[in-house]
């Protein structure tokens, strides 16, 4: 069976500092991976989302960015942080074809203070 | 791009009754899914149900089934002798071919269950 791990779970970090979020899928090869943001008291926003080794495309434009080192690795990652940047993040991978859901990473609370 | 609308931030339901929560989208595909999760105060993501749209058949899973009308692009869940447990975050969710078919969610109804 496959499980995502994402890691960690909770993080509170300086304004300006860099920040580097895992995650990992197992049990299934070349999955679609994606980075979702979660505002307090709002919905899911699409951060990053990668089809394939190298590649990532990024839907906002914004302090961010995203690597796929290997085929079931995806990590998001800033340069310097902003306070803006404090949220809810969430990874999640599906199959690639559009027949069904993704699954998502138990997520990582960010604090930017 | 595609848009979901939840247009019901919070709604409350008694034990053991019955509640609908709406969910409005708007695609000019023809071809998609469309899901409903949930999302306790752990901030896990559930998958509650899902409905392919060349589907006409309703989809069902125990107590959740949804009432999706596609000519009004509306997808409602309801949830039946409502528990305690149900009590969370629900987000609907369009799945698109764009975006390496990534969801696109709404912004979510919290639902509160009294005893």
């Known amino acids: 069976s496959q499980t995502i791990h994402q890691w960690p779970a909770t993080l509170v970090q300086p304004v300006g500092s860099p920040l580097s979020l895992e995650c990992t899928v197992e049990?299934?090869?070349?999955?679609?991976l994606y980075w979702y943001r979660q505002a307090a008291g709002r919905g899911l926003q699409l951060l990053f989302y990668s089809v394939g080794i190298g590649q990532i495309s990024s839907e906002v434009p914004q302090n961010l960015s995203a690597s796929r080192p290997q085929d079931r690795q995806f990590i998001l990652s800033s340069k310097k942080l902003l306070l803006s940047d404090s949220g809810f993040y969430l990874c999640?991978?599906?199959?690639?074809?559009?027949?069904?859901?993704?699954?998502f990473g138990q997520g990582t609370r960010l604090t930017v203070v | 791009a595609q848009t979901v609308t939840q247009s019901q931030p919070e709604m409350s339901v008694q034990e053991a009754e019955t509640v609908t929560l709406s969910c409005t989208y708007d695609?000019?595909?023809?071809?998609?899914?469309l899901f409903w999760y949930k999302q306790p105060p752990s901030r896990q993501m559930i998958l509650v149900i899902r409905?392919?749209?060349?589907?006409?058949q309703n989809a069902t899973e125990n107590r959740f089934s949804v009432n999706f009308q596609k000519a009004a692009k509306s997808f409602s869940l309801k949830i039946s002798d409502s528990q305690l447990g149900d009590a969370a975050m629900y987000f609907c969710a369009y799945r698109s071919a764009g975006s390496g078919y990534a969801l696109n969610f709404g912004k979510g109804t919290s639902l509160l269950v009294t005893p």
């Open positions: 999640a991978w599906s199959f690639p074809d559009r027949n069904t859901e993704a699954f």
């Open positions: 695609t000019s595909e023809s071809d998609y899914y």
């Open positions: 049990g299934t090869s070349n999955p679609n």
């Open positions: 409905q392919e749209a060349y589907k006409q």
